[in-house]
């Protein structure tokens, strides 16, 4: 390698160097990796969906009671080409939105039907995306104005729309009103049978 093509991380890079611990070698930290290693949706979200109409939407809800709005995989607007994402839907803009303090004091409450963001596709779509909960707005991912493509790139629940906070006591309602992984599975292999007969 010249020095204009040398890799400045290389030093850090991990090399082994045996170590015998108690009279045992002792293996390389590598050797524990594993690559089904599950997600951090998988370890710390528990998937919701919500539909409006037949389009559905995405709730990752965490033990904390934080949930991310986002696209569900079945969204019709990741198939058609996502050309453009505002967060100004029409009467306010939600990437204003700003909250203070622990309580997340300020942040706008919305109802599940609040529309939080508008989605328009390489078809002339366009999508008004749900709050899918009723919760306070702590923060909207305005990345994806800038480049509405990372909806279609990012891993899930990287792309989220926005971060919202329901209150402790309809957290049991909430969760009850959205469909679980399985009962959406269900709905759409009830919605392809459907379109096969």
């Known amino acids: 390698m010249t020095a204009a093509t040398e890799d400045p991380l290389e030093p850090f890079y991990f090399q082994h160097e045996e170590q015998i611990i108690c009279g045992q070698a002792v293996s390389p930290i590598t050797d524990g990796f594993d690559v089904k290693y599950p997600s951090v949706v998988d370890r710390f979200f528990t998937r919701y969906y919500y539909f409006k109409g037949d389009v559905p939407y995405q709730v990752l809800y965490h033990s904390n009671r934080i949930c991310l709005i986002c696209l569900a995989a079945g969204h019709p607007a990741l198939a058609q080409g996502i050309t453009s994402v505002s967060f100004d839907v ?4 939600r990437s204003q939105n700003v909250v203070k303090g622990k309580a997340k004091k300020g942040g706008m409450i919305l109802q599940a039907e609040s529309t939080l963001a508008l989605i328009s596709t ?24 800038e480049e509405p493509k990372l909806l279609e790139q990012l891993p899930e629940g990287a792309a989220y729309f926005a971060i919202l906070l329901p209150k402790i006591e309809n957290c049991d309602s909430i969760k009850a009103s959205l469909l679980t992984q399985e009962q959406y599975e269900q709905r759409l292999e009830a919605k392809k049978m459907d379109l096969n007969t």
């Open 90 to 93: 029409g009467n306010v803009d």
């Open 122 to 145: 390489e078809k002339g779509e366009t999508f008004k995306v749900p709050s899918c909960i009723r919760g306070k707005l702590v923060e909207v991912n305005t990345a994806l104005v």
